[in-house]
């Protein structure tokens, strides 16, 4: 079965330093993956996803993943990080071989961000 | 604007008592779903729909029931059956063509947050 792997469950990074959050995945075939932000209290927002395709892809604000076959990895990253960036964010890996499109996530990493 | 409604926000239950939680999509999406959260386990899934009249259980559906009469909606029941209800949940829809389709994204609602007294 598939599954996601967030190793850091928080972190805390400077404003301005640069970030880069882990996901590691299992997964049997080409996999569907995404990252969705959250803010406290709200319901998730899709960052990026990776379907296929250039292995470097951007997203909304600034962030970017970078899909790694080899490693089984789709980190998050972005350069430069603004106090608005404070939230939770969610891996994910999508399976179409359950007869629907079902989305296993990660356990999350919350992210801190000092001034 | 199109999108995903859930109400209440905020949901208090007492012992032994059934709640129902809505969710709303105006954004014309086939499938839905209904997730938990709960602090360090991510999201997992309760129940799923990619039409209407039909739906599944997800891999945590003991002690919830939902329907989907309408495409719009897909309210879920927390029974009294549900040991542990206190968490917050997430309704989701997404355009599925099933497996033989290509994957799309899922929208998130804001969340219902539910409390046991």
């Known amino acids: 079965a598939q599954s996601v792997t967030q190793p850091d469950i928080h972190i805390t990074v400077s404003e301005g330093a640069s970030l880069e959050l882990r996901c590691n995945y299992s997964?049997?075939?080409?996999?569907?993956l995404f990252w969705y932000v959250q803010s406290p209290g709200q319901g998730l927002q899709l960052l990026l996803k990776y379907f296929s395709g250039d292995t470097l892809v951007q997203g909304i604000k600034g962030f970017e993943a970078e899909f790694k076959r080899s490693q089984s990895s789709f980190n998050l990253r972005k350069p430069s990080v603004h106090w608005s960036d404070a939230a939770e964010y969610f891996c994910a890996v999508g399976n179409m071989n359950t007869g629907f499109q079902k989305l296993v996530f990660g356990t999350g990493t919350r992210l801190l961000v000092s001034p | 604007d199109g999108g995903i409604t859930q109400s209440p926000k905020y949901l208090f239950r007492k012992e032994g008592q059934n709640v129902t939680l809505s969710c709303e999509q105006n954004l014309n999406h086939d499938a839905m779903y209904w997730y938990r959260q709960d602090p360090g386990q991510g999201l997992r899934l309760i129940y799923y729909s990619q039409i209407v009249n039909d739906f599944q259980k997800g891999d945590i559906a003991e002690g919830y029931s939902v329907s989907r009469e309408k495409k719009e909606s897909f309210p879920l029941t927390v029974t009294s059956a549900q040991k542990n209800p206190t968490a917050f949940y997430l309704c989701?829809?997404?355009?599925?063509?099933?497996?033989?389709?290509?994957?799309?994204?899922?929208?998130f609602g804001p969340g219902t947050r539910l409390t046991v007294l």
């Open positions: 989701a829809s997404s355009i599925d063509r099933g497996a033989g389709g290509p994957y799309n994204e899922q929208f």
């Open positions: 997964y049997g075939a080409t996999p569907y």
